[in-house]
């Protein structure tokens, strides 16, 4: 609260932003590197905008380098007018409601990993003032290995550097009977989809079920972060089922509403608006009152959120990192069972999980063993936020391309020396020793190599914090890099001048490679539409059998009787591609709202 409170001092003042702004480009306490550097015709492509993505293009912008960050999750367009004319009012012109503002999905799990108690339009504050940089570009929708890879980085664009800061990956399995059965989902799916399809807002269209009572296994901060979002979105889920099927009752008969769903699906939906009744009258008593309404003994009542760990509240990560969320997910209503390990998950008549068993553990001597008591505890929701495993997909899809450690889990990691020839890769223990490189090494121009930060590496992962404090420490290791040959660097105006004019050249391949645009849209069927996207950079890639996720901005979706017609991320197989024109074909078959919008997109 002290950090939010000296920034936030700032930022409230008339043309506060402003003053914070020039503060990330000089820092009069910063001796070595008081104000920022001019371009220096070197350029770093940053893989993932999430905290040491963000963080790390923050610092080489400042040493001078052209920076381009990538991130495969959607950013939405932001307003121009903020890059190009002063804010004077940054808590009327930025702030925005929390239920209400744009996901703009920037910032990776500073966006849809963090609980609503910590502010995330200062994502918007973060955004702006790098993007006013002139030596900054971020893109999104663009998957590291897929639409672009090392090759095209190095060799058609000319990057000098590649900096690998893509978080976490796959999440860990946990080892309990009929871990896939419907109702039991990954913690990181579960809020990246919250946030992302902006499901916790009363304006999205988008539909994320979830039903109680739900329990939460895990005791790091991912399990707090997922059970308070599931216990604050809850009220909300039903409040809009019960509003929606009202209106769809009354323009077209509560007979015809119910016809459309199974047996299964009819429980659910009288299970929803019996709650959202409730939550209404709750709203109501309220609002005649003047209160706040208080929805956690209702949320309670209907079985509530449970967090279930295998070791005491005490020796939980989410306790030891940060005690002070586990006493406010307490106050916020959530319930912690300690000391079960899940065994199996029990299936109702419909193969939807309805309870899981556990088996309770005890401390001999320090180590926890099972006890043999067996626990059931009703569950409706599952999230499993057993930990992840770093993101070193690339290697995975292209085997060869890196070394990893010795359990197979992070990239090796080196340091690096100077030598005549280019930097010399020294293999070092990455939890001990700084090395922020990775074994790649470019066969003709060896001074190109691949650094990594935050989850990615071992001494980083874990928290937000770490993963800012790997980009911190590490970009000077990168900078060292070409220090030799910045030290020579030309500074004259007509120099400079040269330079900026090729960094601009970049940026308009980049621009027209990047950035994907609807070409056409054609109706096959009645219930079948072709949308030919121009999208130079995936069409070149296109393999058959590759995904494509087709979504449109929520920025510039319009707002129709209080519905934003955004649509959640759509999975397309490619139909055709022709990588001259750079077009690519994918074909829709019309099944629910965020489908039919496809015939709309312009």
């Given at each position: 609260?002290?950090?939010t ?5 700032v930022?409230?003042l008339p043309?506060g932003?402003?003053i914070?702004?020039l ?7 910063n001796v ?7 371009y220096?015709g ?6 993932g905008?999430?905290?040491a ?7 080489l912008?400042?040493?001078g380098?052209g920076?381009?960050?990538i991130d495969a999750?959607?950013?939405?367009p932001?307003?121009?007018q903020?890059?190009?004319q002063?804010i ?9 409601e ?10 990776g799990?500073?966006e849809?990993?963090i609980t ?8 918007k ?11 900054i570009?971020?893109?999104g929708?663009?998957r ?8 095209d980085?190095?060799d058609k ?12 990956g796959t999440?860990t399995l946990?080892?309990?009977k009929n871990n896939?059965i419907?109702g039991i989902?990954?913690?990181s ?6 946030q992302?399809t902006g499901a916790g ?8 079920q979830?039903r ?8 790091g ?6 059970a308070?979002e ?6 909300l889920?039903v ?7 009202e209106t769809l009752s009354?323009?077209i008969?509560e007979t ?5 769903y199974?047996?299964?699906e009819?429980?659910?939906l009288d299970?929803?608006?019996d ?9 109501e008593?309220?609002a ?8 956690i003994p209702l949320?309670r ?5 449970t967090?279930?760990?295998?070791k ?8 030891r990192?940060?005690?002070?969320e586990?006493?406010?997910a ?9 000391s079960?390990s899940p065994?199996e998950?029990i299936?109702?008549e419909?193969g939807?999980?309805?309870s ?12 926890w ?6 626990i ?12 992840t495993s770093p ?11 890196f ?8 990239f090796q ?8 020839a ?6 070092v223990d990455g ?5 922020f490189?990775t074994?790649?090494q470019?066969p003709?121009?060896?001074?190109k190599?691949?650094?990594f ?5 071992p ?9 800012m404090a ?9 900078a060292?890099?070409?220090?030799r040959?910045?030290?020579q660097?030309?500074r ?20 027209d490679?990047l950035?994907?645009?609807?070409s ?10 072709e ?5 130079p950079?995936?069409?070149q890639?296109?393999e058959?059998?590759q995904?494509?996720r087709?979504?449109n ?5 319009p ?12 999975a ?10 750079g ?6 078959l019309?099944?629910g709202?965020s ?5 709309e997109?312009?």
């Amino acid at each position: 609260q002290i950090e939010t409170g000296a920034l936030t001092d700032v930022l409230w003042l008339p043309w506060g932003f402003e003053i914070y702004s020039l503060l990330t480009r000089w820092n009069p306490l910063n001796v070595r590197r008081p104000m920022a550097l001019p371009y220096n015709g070197k350029n770093v492509l940053i893989v993932g905008l999430g905290p040491a993505g963000y963080t790390l293009a923050h610092y080489l912008a400042n040493e001078g380098f052209g920076v381009v960050a990538i991130d495969a999750l959607k950013i939405e367009p932001i307003d121009k007018q903020w890059l190009r004319q002063p804010i004077r009012d940054a808590h009327t012109t930025l702030w925005e409601e929390l239920d209400e503002r744009i996901l703009a999905g920037f910032g990776g799990v500073s966006e849809y990993g963090i609980t609503v108690r910590w502010d995330k339009n200062f994502l918007k504050v973060i955004r702006i003032a790098l993007e006013r940089k002139n030596n900054i570009r971020v893109y999104g929708g663009v998957r590291f290995g897929g639409t672009l890879t090392i090759e095209d980085a190095f060799d058609k664009l000319g990057f000098d550097h590649i900096a690998i800061a893509t978080g976490a990956g796959t999440p860990t399995l946990v080892r309990m009977k009929n871990n896939l059965i419907r109702g039991i989902r990954k913690a990181s799916d579960f809020l990246m989809a919250l946030q992302l399809t902006g499901a916790g807002k009363q304006s999205a269209m988008a539909n994320l079920q979830v039903r109680l009572p739900a329990l939460v296994i895990g005791g790091g901060l991912t399990a707090i972060d997922t059970a308070t979002e599931l216990f604050a979105y809850y009220p909300l889920q039903v409040g809009k089922t019960l509003s929606r099927y009202e209106t769809l009752s009354s323009e077209i008969g509560e007979t015809t509403v119910r016809s459309g769903y199974d047996k299964e699906e009819l429980i659910i939906l009288d299970e929803f608006l019996d709650h959202g009744r409730a939550i209404r009258a709750e709203r109501e008593r309220a609002a005649s009152i003047g209160e706040k309404p208080n929805f956690i003994p209702l949320v309670r009542s209907w079985g509530g959120v449970t967090i279930a760990y295998r070791k005491s509240i005490a020796d939980a990560p989410a306790y030891r990192l940060n005690h002070e969320e586990v006493i406010k997910a307490f106050e916020e209503g959530i319930a912690y069972a300690e000391s079960l390990s899940p065994v199996e998950a029990i299936a109702d008549e419909f193969g939807h999980v309805k309870s899981l068993i556990f088996e309770k553990q005890i401390n001999e001597d320090g180590r926890w063993k099972d006890s043999g008591t067996v626990i059931e505890l009703a569950a409706r929701s599952v999230m499993v936020a057993a930990g992840t495993s770093p993101n070193v997909i690339y290697e995975k899809e292209h085997p060869g391309t890196f070394k990893l450690d010795k359990y197979g889990q992070f990239f090796q990691s080196f340091a690096v020396s100077a030598a005549d020839a280019g930097p010399e890769l020294i293999e070092v223990d990455g939890n001990r020793e700084l090395g922020f490189f990775t074994s790649y090494q470019h066969p003709a121009s060896r001074e190109k190599v691949i650094s990594f930060y935050g989850d990615n590496h071992p001494r980083y992962a874990g928290n937000v914090v770490k993963a800012m404090a790997s980009a911190k420490d590490g970009y000077q290791h990168v900078a060292r890099l070409f220090t030799r040959e910045l030290m020579q660097l030309d500074r004259s105006s007509e120099a400079q001048a040269a330079r900026d004019s090729q960094w601009s050249k970049l940026l308009h391949t980049l621009d027209d490679g990047l950035l994907a645009v609807v070409s056409q849209i054609n109706r096959l069927t009645p219930t079948i539409i072709e949308v030919v996207i121009r999208a130079p950079f995936a069409s070149q890639h296109f393999e058959p059998g590759q995904f494509f996720r087709l979504q449109n901005f929520e920025a510039n979706a319009p707002l129709i009787d209080g519905t934003r017609l955004t649509m959640e991320g759509i999975a397309l197989t490619g139909a055709w591609t022709d990588p001259e024109r750079g077009l690519l074909s994918l074909i829709v078959l019309e099944l629910g709202g965020s489908s039919r919008l496809v015939a709309e997109l312009k």
